[in-house]
T-cell receptor
Framework: GQSLEQPSEVTAVEGAIVQINCTYQ??????LSWYQQHDGGAPTFLSY????GLEETGRFSSFLSRSDSYGYLLLQELQMKDSASYFC?????????FGTGTRLQVFP | KAGVTQTPRYLIKTRGQQVTLSCSPI?????VSWYQQTPGQGLQFLFE???????NKGNFPGRFSGRQFSNSRSEMNVSTLELGDSALYLC????????????FGPGTRLTVT
């Protein structure tokens, strides 16, 4: 079967760094994506890793280890506006499978 | 470039009724995927359409169906509604089928009473 696991909730303070982990089990793995969703909003694409290593996009970075079936999203210099749900998603041969999401709460 | 649009945004139906939701993808995008989002289950894949053909389907009963038109607009239909169908239904478009980068619409909030 296919499954993704990520923590249900993470809290942090403004200016801090937070890491959201994602472990997956799937066949036909192509890559790992991350999406952000604010309350009442639509998911928006953040990043995609097809190869092992770190991808950096501004304050956000995403990492993938294919051998460990593991990835993470790293958010630096946290801002209040980063409070949202973050979903990892696996691209396999057929479709995009989402994890259940991690709710990030940033406190002042 | 206009984003993905979904209509209606909110819908209230009663058990046993049927509902049709509409999604207009970003211009030039030929793939439309549908997802059901509920608080406990996250985003569950319903189906994907590409060039008017259903390319893949998730683990949902046959009451859930969809179609795509030649202009890439898509509709999904749920027949014989059940209370458990209450959810946010999101559609997402992408240039190619099975894309990792998908652009989501605002969703249709369906409440079944």
């Amino acid at each position: 079967g296919q499954s993704l696991e990520q923590p249900s909730e993470v809290t942090a303070v403004e200016g801090a760094i937070v890491q959201i982990n994602c472990t997956y089990q799937t066949s036909g793995f192509y890559g790992l994506s991350w999406y952000q969703q604010h309350d009442g909003g639509a998911p928006t694409f953040l990043s995609y890793n097809a190869l092992d290593g770190l991808e950096e996009t501004g304050r956000f970075s995403s990492f993938l280890s294919r051998s460990d079936s593991y990835g993470y999203l790293l958010l630096q210099e946290l801002q209040m506006k980063d409070s949202a749900s973050y979903f990892c998603a696996v691209t396999n041969t057929d479709k995009l499978i989402f994890g259940t999401g991690t709710r990030l709460q940033v406190f002042p | 470039k206009a984003g993905v649009t979904q209509t209606p945004r909110y819908l209230i139906k009663t058990r046993g009724q049927q509902v049709t939701l509409s999604c207009s993808p970003i211009s030039g995008h030929r793939s439309v995927s549908w997802y059901q989002q509920t608080p406990g289950q996250g985003l569950q894949f319903l189906f994907e359409y590409f060039s008017e053909t259903q390319r893949n389907k998730g683990n949902f009963p046959g009451r859930f169906s969809g179609r795509q038109f030649s202009n890439s607009r898509s509709e999904m239909n749920v027949s014989t509604l059940e209370l458990g169908d209450s959810a946010l239904y999101l559609c997402a478009s992408s240039l190619v089928a099975g894309a990792d980068e998908q652009y989501f619409g605002p969703g249709t909030r369906l409440t079944v009473t």
